[in-house]
């Protein structure tokens, strides 16, 4: 019965990478999710195509913009946590490009030097179902992305109290 209930985990999982990897807006063949330094020359591209930065997205307003990158990290380690996948420790520098209507067409990673080692290619799948799935409640008019820096657990400032 556990072995049935594994190979049937395995497949939906694999089945889950497959169609995931094969999301493509741009118009390339541009993996869903792949690591920083992995493919330049696709990296560049995205970078020239999404050029709108979240932060014009949210109005130039930095808090907004900071509580929305937020978000989709604990939106990423909640997932994580229903994908039992530990995320804890792990360091990451992540880019997300998103579409207009707030889906996520493409993210770019690499693990810090200080992240908790584990295998990144179990974080790739799991960034990948993540991209699959996840909406933003964000929308623009154009394209656009955002590089920065994710470290899990999350702390939102909800739970650590309003700044003063």
């Not at 985990?9 to 741009?26: G, P, Y």
């Not at 420790?89 to 993210?107: A, P, R, S, Y």
Request: with cysteine; charged share 20%.
């Amino acid at each position: 019965m556990a072995r049935l209930l594994l190979i049937v985990c395995f497949c939906t999982i694999s089945l889950l990478s497959l169609s995931a990897q094969q999301k493509n807006t741009v118009g390339d063949n541009i993996p869903l999710v792949f690591y920083i330094g992995e493919d330049e020359n696709n990296y560049e591209k995205l970078v020239q195509k999404y050029n709108t930065m979240l932060f014009a997205v949210c109005n130039n307003n930095m808090e907004l913009a900071f509580d929305n990158w937020t978000v989709l990290l604990k939106d990423l380690e909640d997932f994580s946590n229903k994908s039992n996948i530990d995320l804890k420790g792990v360091k990451l520098w992540l880019n997300v490009f998103w579409d207009k209507d707030g889906t996520i067409d493409h993210m770019v990673f690499y693990p810090k030097p200080n992240s908790r080692n584990l295998n990144y290619d179990n974080v790739k799948a799991l960034l990948t179902n993540f991209a699959k799935t996840y909406q933003s409640p964000l929308k623009h008019t154009t394209r656009f992305s955002h590089y920065g820096s994710a470290t899990f657990p999350v702390f939102s400032r909800s739970m650590i109290g309003p700044e003063k």
